[in-house]
C-alpha cells in the first residue's frame, strides 16, 4: 500500500528528528525485539494524536528502505562503519558531559 505523498518538507524533517531520536533512545537497548516494541509503540501514539506526521514517518522509513535496498554489500558495510563510529562519538561526547558534569557538583 503506498502512503499519498506527503507535501512540505517540514513534515519530513520533523519525521527524520523522530526517528533519528527514537534510534538514540532505544540504541542501548537489547534484545532488538525489545527496541522495536518500543518504537512501534511510539510510533501508534504519534499516529493518534497527529496522522499527518505519522503519515510522513511511514514515508520517510520507506524512502530510507527502497535507498538502501539499491546499496551493494561494500555500500552497506561502508554505511554500518559510518554509523557505528557516529555512535561512538556521541557516546564519548555524553561520557564527557556526564564526567564534567559530575566534577562541578
Same mark, same amino acid.
Given at each position: ?40 509503540r ?17 514515508? +520517510? ?22 554509523? +557505528?563510529e557516529r ?19
Amino acid at each position: 500500500m503506498r502512503i499519498k505523498k506527503i507535501s512540505g518538507r517540514g513534515r519530513k524533517r520533523e519525521a527524520r528528528r523522530w526517528i533519528a531520536y527514537r534510534h538514540r533512545l532505544t540504541a542501548n537497548l537489547f534484545p532488538v525485539r525489545l527496541r522495536s516494541l518500543l518504537t512501534f509503540r511510539d510510533y501508534l501514539r504519534v499516529r493518534a494524536s497527529d496522522p499527518a506526521l505519522a503519515a510522513a514517518i511511514s514515508e +520517510v522509513l520507506d524512502d530510507q528502505f527502497r535507498k538502501n535496498a539499491k546499496l551493494t554489500l561494500q555500500q552497506r558495510r561502508d554505511q554500518m562503519n559510518r554509523r +557505528v563510529e557516529r555512535l561512538r562519538r556521541e557516546r564519548r561526547r555524553a561520557a564527557r558531559l556526564a564526567n564534567a558534569a559530575l566534577r562541578r557538583d
